[in-house]
């Protein structure tokens, strides 16, 4: 079974900075994808982000991108200049190739101050 | 067009009784997902459908919990006889499909939060 590890119960970032959010998984499969999402206070899990394993490059949307280290198994979120808009739960989450169901991590809670 | 959608947003109960949550996917979307979150935890798997089959209930806690999907649209997860154990945030999300590619990125509604008093 695949697991999902976020190691970062919460993070702190100020305006403008750059914050990393750690997340490693374990799988047996060589075909799957990774996903960020974020929820905020309002409850609604929104997607950030999503890589394909079998893509080496690195995906990025805007001020937010990965780190895929598939050998490592590690898939983290770099967020560039943090704004107060990105103060949130971050979830990552693993999916199989064809899959029906995601596997989340625990979260981390960042929060981004003036 | 409209995201996923889900009611009621809030549910307060009493332990014992049954409760109906709802689920209107993206329209289109052949694939729906429920997850239960409860506090301070990840999202936990419950149930998936494909069209109006359940091909995997294996996250379902237990027998008081069941689901369907008519139409191959709405879908009803079913609490019976609620425990406190039951409360949590509900999430429901759908995907267009799950034949791979961006066609099985999963979009979620706003939950429905449960408690059980």
């Known amino acids: 079974a695949q697991t999902v590890t976020q190691s970062q119960p919460e993070m702190s970032v100020q305006e403008a900075e750059t914050v990393t959010l750690s997340c490693t998984y374990d799988t047996s499969e060589n075909n799957y994808y990774l996903f960020w999402y974020k929820q905020p206070p309002s409850r609604q899990m929104i997607l950030v982000i999503r890589?394909?394993?079998?893509?080496?490059q690195n995906a990025t949307e805007n001020r937010f991108s990965v780190n895929f280290q598939k050998a490592a198994k590690s898939f983290s979120l770099k967020i560039s200049d943090s704004q107060l808009g990105d103060t949130a739960m971050y979830f990552c989450?693993?999916?199989?190739?064809?899959?029906?169901?995601?596997?989340f991590g625990t979260g981390t809670r960042l929060l981004v101050s003036p | 067009g409209a995201g996923v959608s889900q009611s009621p947003s809030n549910k307060v109960t009493e332990k014992g009784k049954d409760v109906e949550l709802r689920c209107d996917p993206i329209s289109g979307h052949t694939a729906l997902y429920w997850y239960r979150q409860s506090l301070g935890q990840g999202l936990e798997f419950l149930i998936y459908f494909q069209g109006n089959s359940a091909p995997d209930k294996s996250g379902l806690p237990s027998d008081r919990f069941s689901a369907e999907r008519t139409g191959g649209s709405v879908s009803t997860l079913t609490i019976q006889r609620t425990q406190q154990e039951d409360s949590a945030v509900y999430l429901c999300?759908?995907?267009?499909?799950?034949?791979?590619?961006?066609?099985?990125?999963?979009?979620f509604g706003p939950g429905t939060r449960l408690l059980v008093l």
């Open positions: 989450a693993f999916g199989s190739h064809g899959f029906q169901k995601l596997v």
């Open positions: 999300a759908s995907s267009l499909s799950t034949s791979g590619g961006t066609q099985e990125t999963q979009y």
């Open positions: 890589q394909e394993a079998y893509k080496q």
